[in-house]
């Protein structure tokens, strides 16, 4: 699956499934890419991975896509600026998430980032993903999409206007920080579960009657697919690193028992 035909799906709000990886190691994240997840994000905030591992990330996803599942690389960048944004982008992503997202003109700002002109202020450069998904500026921009992270309680107050904001092809749900702008005391604090529940059904609804994809990290496959029934339009499973520890755990249980 290309840039394009992803970003076809995922503004035709179809269900898409991808999978989350915070480590420097792109060996495991091409493994990855040829299970059938539809898109592999590398985490550039809060991810163990600089810029060369952005790079080599992504050239992993495309790898392990040929050998297999057709995924793409998405990157959740660090910042909303035009810089990072810029850069993910001309590295090979066919798209980014963009965090802490808090108003329309944070949206506004985002969608300018990953634009070329006259729609956007992106800089042309792209060293890489001119091979997969330009050159042409109006043909990249089609191909590439822009997530709106919807955590913060300023993001989850403005959402309507958010979702409504021109160029934007979707929001995404951080539930740890969503769970803390409601009040949790650490993420997953039972004790917030229906604020938190009715905030992620408002995001999910709220997006559907503006016409916008809607995405929310989860857990695990289980709680992807509930969420997908609940009428989000992708989910992200989980990340490489919970999973190495999750799976060794339970080796060692097991040999142990």
Wanted: charged share 20%; net charge negative.
């Amino acid at each position: 699956m290309g840039a394009l035909e992803f970003a076809g799906r995922l503004r035709g709000r179809e269900k898409l499934v991808g999978y989350w990886v915070v480590l420097d190691a792109p060996v495991a994240t091409e493994r990855i890419a040829r299970v059938g997840y539809d898109y592999v994000v590398l985490d550039g905030q809060h991810g163990l991975i600089g810029y060369q591992g952005l790079l080599t990330g992504l050239l992993a996803v495309d790898a392990g896509a040929a050998l297999g599942s057709g995924s793409v690389g998405l990157v959740r960048v660090e910042a909303n600026h035009p810089t990072p944004i810029g850069r993910a982008l001309d590295a090979g992503a066919a798209g980014v998430i963009v965090p802490l997202v808090d108003s329309s003109e944070d949206v506004t700002r985002a969608v300018q980032a990953a634009k070329y002109p006259p729609a956007g202020v992106r800089s042309y450069g792209p060293m890489r993903s001119a091979l997969r998904v330009g050159p042409v500026p109006a043909e990249a921009d089609a191909a590439t999409v822009v997530l709106a992270m919807i955590e913060t309680p300023l993001g989850l107050k403005n959402v309507a206007e958010i979702c409504a904001t021109p160029g934007l092809d979707g929001v995404y749900v951080g539930p740890s920080d969503l769970g803390l702008s409601v009040g949790a005391r650490f993420p997953g604090d039972p004790e917030v579960e229906g604020p938190f529940e009715e905030a992620v059904e408002l995001i999910a609804r709220t997006a559907q009657e503006a016409g916008v994809a809607a995405g929310i990290h989860t857990p695990d496959g289980q709680t992807a697919q509930r969420r997908l029934s609940q009428g989000y339009t992708f989910a992200t499973v989980a990340s490489d690193l919970t999973h190495l520890e999750a799976v060794a755990a339970s080796h060692l249980d097991t040999a142990r028992s």
